[in-house]
């Protein structure tokens, strides 16, 4: 707590504490989920074009184009 008195006596705000403590610890984590879910987007769609249940042959995706 002695971190949030000193910011808190130089009249920042508590969206400024919140941004500079808890987000920096958070960022990373967020960036990490989101980098593993559009991964597994990505192998899932790519999976099952290559399977051919994917998208109609037109409109070709990566797993089609792998397949061909």
Known sequence: MAATG???AIGSSPFYLLRRTIGRHIA????TVATADLVRTLTAVTSLSFLGIGLPPPDTDWGGMVSE
Do not use: E, Q, T
């Open 6 to 8: 000193g910011v808190r």
């Open 28 to 31: 990373d984590l967020v960036l």
